[in-house]
């Protein structure tokens, strides 16, 4: 299985503290199968920015998350799987925040798995299925995306360093 970590998977290894629970559970992970989306690292950086650490933690994000990560881009093939659930989500009246659905996008245009701690938040995708360590795995509904979800994981960098686990960080 590959995962998608969302910007609070990626802050809680992050912590003074990390979670023992969650640091085990990375180690469990190869590291090819540890992704997230471009739009999770501005989120990272944004909170670097404004943080009065700002040097420790744009430290952080450029020699712990950027080597241990395959950072996927947002691009018109995620656009698009966007377009369509936040249309049919307005329609419904339940929208979500435009970063949160973008990485939704990506997880589902990629076929990852999105670890989060906000699994009730992200329920409300069809289609996405998402991971909170220490639980089963949940799943959103399914239903058939109609747009094309071509896998372009062949395409990405392969010069990954090491994972987001414990012993890389």
Request: proline letters at 5%; hydrophobic letters at 40%; aromatic letters at 8%.
């Amino acid at each position: 299985m590959a995962y998608l970590f969302d910007t609070n998977a990626i802050s809680e290894v992050l912590r003074k503290r990390p979670a023992p629970a969650y640091l085990e559970w990375l180690e469990t992970i190869p590291q090819r199968y540890q992704f997230t989306s471009a739009i999770v690292i501005g989120e990272l950086f944004r909170g670097a920015f404004r943080s009065s650490d700002r040097a420790r933690h744009l430290a952080n994000i450029e020699t712990r998350i950027l080597p241990a990560l395959t950072v996927l881009p947002y691009d018109t093939g995620v656009a698009r799987i966007y377009g369509e659930i936040q249309a049919d989500l307005m329609s419904a009246g339940k929208p979500l925040e435009d970063a949160d659905l973008q990485i939704a996008a990506t997880a589902i245009y990629y076929d990852l798995e999105l670890v989060t701690a906000n699994i009730r938040h992200f329920e409300r995708i069809p289609g996405l299925r998402t991971h909170r360590p220490g639980r089963r795995a949940e799943h959103g509904h399914r239903r058939a995306i109609s747009t094309l979800r071509t896998s372009r994981r062949s395409e990405e960098p392969q010069r990954r360093r090491h994972s987001l686990g414990v012993a890389s960080v």
